[in-house]
């Protein structure tokens, strides 16, 4: 018999939260694998988990070259559950249906508190048109009110309206499928197959047991008939779904019909950004004007010629790529921050271009850094530009809330943030759902060092006097390694926000934050990403804060009024840097960034950019620290294997200590395009399939052996880009956070009263409390005056409103 084609309908993912136990990768590798020809991803509630089986299947197409016919078809659905009893899977049919499930969801997910789902019938009926319904039964099918449900959802739906059938493997299989089926021709709507997906291979059965334990706060054994009966909840092959329903062979058939009718594709997500035209200037036009207004301010006798044409560059690169309005959004957010008065700074590839510098997004000139602004913008890349934006930690909110009125609730939202299970809440949360002790656990998450995120170890386990061959043991630590990675819910972005021409409930459900007066978006960072969404970063730091406080406070006492674009080359505030005395300044108080300043002797503000990025987890794993230093020592001795890398290297003195730097190595040594550079960027960085980590591993070092480089000199080089994997600090990202480097220790050396009091009006913030700050202020002969009910502010001040000004200040 030849099996008829077939694809899943209903697969829950691991992104309904604690629901699935498997993630949407690993289920779409394994439909393809078994040669199914679509898969409906149908998350509860949700659309969460839709954009990662979507790159999932992109990321497997690209790993295997296929006719884009022949892949495997996605549809995104989900499965909707009303407060009054509905059950049923919802697939938009084209784009219109999908713009209607996104605003059927943000209904529910509004009216609910965060992670709830509110829903009726009436939402249903409002927002059904373009929709197919496969309504799925209770386990009581005779129940005289699901038969009045799916009498009303078939009026409503039409031809539109199928009953699902799975098999429970409950003894009564037969008879309940034949009850369905009679009961589909009853209402008039077709009946169709599912298997009820929650993983993707039966070993996946206990981890979905454990998860479900968890979700519930009870024990596995305790979860009755909350569990699935039977371990046949993966996916299956289309022959053993044949011969399943072979009594039933319409139940299949009519899959393809719904596969067929689903037009819909998440390519045909096309996302506006908001464009605003004055005057009947375009954006780019505004974009011009702008930009030379601040060129003539930055540079007062005349801009230079180099500088000039690196502008008139940028505009080019601007325009073709067609973010003009994402430019003039940032300014126009930097601009009424600043009308507030609220100290604020750019960072990244693109905020540190020289447009950016001449709109004020960032105070990084751009004589004094190489970063590439094609970097960004690569027409190898299609994705969206690099702006994050640094406001004050305790002003953030009062602009972020004339955001969501500028663009209201309907165009603007926070992106989300995947909360996913690392090695200690792991191990405790599998550990208490088998009936683990609350000691045993928390001898074993006492194990774990760091943060954590491939599972407790055996060996520390035995150290710490436990049985690894208890079964249960063992069977929490074979667990909790496989659910790390899982999400564990959505949070929000810390800052990122999505901005829309038209609705944005159109694009993506919106959701409740946890904070009053927030509202979220269901994709993260990586997803937006996945689909050309922009996102504007709109950070919080507290240096940004205690830098305004303190700008305050010498304008009150001394009549100045310093700012961040002031000239890094005071030789006095890096003789104080030289010494490690940097307590409370910017990304340099730590002891390890301490024990680094007197090595490498920073004079000069690059010296500054290096010290951000050099005390990194990639930098120092990659092994990249003593060498540079060495280098550092000593200029002359520095070669390069090819001058073709000498550009790549020379600034950092022969060692790659930028993520820039390792893929320009990549693209340059190993031959790599831009795309899989960035690619390779991105395995690293995030969980992949080792084969593919390999793969790439191969390519890297197989491309520079191909160029005539050293096999030892590769290998060398990609431990490197191991690193920065890891986390390796972007030189875009360094140039900006060195002026607050600078400026931080500015005020630190010739106002070092103003900086504990700044400091101590900031708190919360930094390495140190406020009694180490004191401490260090007194050393600074700075006299610090106890709290006095009759003479105290409520914040830390000067006593004397007439000080003298400090040489230099």
């Known amino acids: 018999m030849m099996a008829m084609p077939y694809a899943e309908l209903q697969v829950t993912t691991n992104y309904s939260f604690l629901r699935g136990g498997s993630h949407p990768g690993e289920l779409v590798f394994r439909a393809i694998e078994l040669g199914h020809n679509a898969i409906g991803i149908t998350d509860r509630n949700t659309l969460a988990g839709v954009v990662r089986a979507y790159s999932a299947i992109k990321e497997y197409y690209d790993d295997h070259p296929t006719p884009e016919e022949q892949w495997i078809k996605l549809l995104v ?88 059938g799975s098999m429970l493997f409950r003894g009564d299989d037969a008879r309940r499928l034949a009850y369905l089926d009679n009961l589909s021709i009853q209402m008039k709507v077709r009946f169709v197959a599912i298997n009820d997906v929650h993983y993707h291979i039966p070993d996946r059965r206990a981890l979905q047991d454990v998860v479900t334990a968890i979700r519930l706060n009870c024990t596995v054994e305790e979860l009755g008939f909350h569990r699935f009966a039977s371990a046949e909840r993966h996916l299956k092959d289309p022959e053993e779904m ?44 505004k974009l011009e004007r702008l930009t030379w207004k601040g060129a003539a301010e930055r540079y007062p ?162 150290e710490a006097g436990l049985d690894v061959h208890d079964p249960r043991l063992a069977l929490a630590l074979e667990l909790s390694a496989t659910l790390c990675g899982f999400p564990r ?100 108080e730590s002891r390890a960034q301490m024990s680094m300043l007197p090595r490498l002797k920073p004079r000069s503000y690059y010296d500054l950019v290096v010290e951000v990025a050099i005390v990194r987890p990639g930098p120092i794993q ?81 491309g520079m052996l191909a160029n005539d480089y050293e096999k030892d000199f590769a290998e060398r080089c990609f431990k490197q880009i191991e690193g920065f994997g890891e986390y390796g600090f972007p030189e875009s990202h360094a140039a900006s956070f060195a002026i607050l480097v600078y400026v931080s220790s500015w005020v630190k050396y010739h106002y070092p009263e103003v900086f504990a009091a700044a400091l101590l009006n900031s708190q919360p913030m930094g390495f140190y409390a406020p009694a180490q700050l004191v401490r260090d202020a007194r050393e600074h002969k700075v006299e610090v005056r106890p709290p006095d009910v009759n003479a105290s502010d409520w914040d830390c001040t000067l006593e004397s409103p007439t000080l003298p000004s400090p040489d230099g200040g």
């Open 77 to 164: 659905g989900a499965r909707l559950e009303t407060r009054d009893g509905y059950s049923l899977l919802a697939y938009p049919m084209h784009l219109d249906g999908y713009k209607r499930l996104s605003r059927l969801l943000t209904v529910g997910n509004r009216r609910a508190a965060k992670g709830e789902c509110d829903l009726i019938f009436d939402d249903l009926a409002e927002y059904s048109e373009g929709l197919i319904a496969v309504v799925l039964p209770p386990r009581d099918i005779d129940n005289p009110q699901f038969h009045e449900r799916l009498r009303k959802l078939a009026r409503l739906f039409g031809d539109r309206c199928y009953l699902a």
């Open 301 to 462: 006798k005349g801009v230079p010629d180099d500088i000039a044409a690196t502008i008139r560059h940028e505009f080019e690169l601007i325009a073709k790529k067609n973010i003009a309005q994402y430019f003039l959004t940032v300014h126009e957010i930097v601009s009424q921050a600043r009308e507030m008065k609220i100290l604020c700074q750019g960072r990244g590839s693109a905020a540190n271009s020289v447009v950016c510098y001449c709109l004020r997004i960032t105070e990084v000139n751009p004589k004094e850094t190489k970063v590439l602004f094609e970097r960004f913008i690569s027409n190898a890349r299609d994705e969206p530009p690099d702006i994050d934006v640094d406001f004050e930690h305790e002003r953030r909110e009062e602009l972020i809330q004339w955001i969501y009125g500028k663009w209201t609730r309907d165009r603007a939202a926070l992106a989300a943030t995947v909360i996913a299970y690392r090695s200690r809440s792991a191990i405790r949360d599998v550990g208490k759902a088998l009936g683990l002790s609350p000691d045993t656990l928390g001898v074993m998450a006492d194990t774990v060092w760091g943060s954590g995120s491939k599972g407790v170890e055996r060996k520390h386990v035995v």
């Open 622 to 702: 990659g092994g990249m620290v003593h060498p540079y230093l060495k280098s550092r020592a000593n200029p002359g001795a520095v070669t390069y294997p090819k001058d073709e890398l000498r550009d790549v290297l020379d600034r950092t003195l022969g060692v790659p200590l930028f993520q820039e730097q390792a893929m320009q190595i990549a693209i340059v040594a190993a031959g790599f395009s831009p795309a899989k550079a960035d690619k390779l960027r991105r395995a690293m960085a995030t969980f992949r399939r080792s084969g593919t980590i390999h793969k790439l591993k191969d390519d890297f070092i197989n």
């Open 242 to 285: 044949q011969r399943l329903f072979r009594r039933h062979p319409h139940a299949i058939e009519n899959i393809q019909r719904i596969v067929k009718d689903c037009a819909f594709t998440l390519d045909q997500l096309k996302y506006q950004y908001p464009v605003e035209y004055e005057g009947g200037e375009t954006p780019m036009q």
């Open 489 to 588: 819910h959505l949070s929000q972005h810390v800052g990122g926000f999505v901005l829309t021409a038209d609705r944005l409930d159109e694009l993506i459900p919106i959701q409740n934050a946890a904070m009053d007066d927030r509202t979220v978006v269901e994709w993260d960072k990586d997803d937006l990403d996945a689909l050309g969404i922009y996102k504007i970063d709109v950070l919080a730091l507290g240096m940004l804060t205690a830098l305004r406080k303190a700008f305050a406070l010498i304008e009150q006492h001394y009549g100045k009024r310093p700012s961040l674009d002031m000239r890094p080359n005071d030789p006095v505030v890096y003789d104080m840097l030289c010494r490690a005395d940097s307590i409370g300044v910017f990304q340099v």
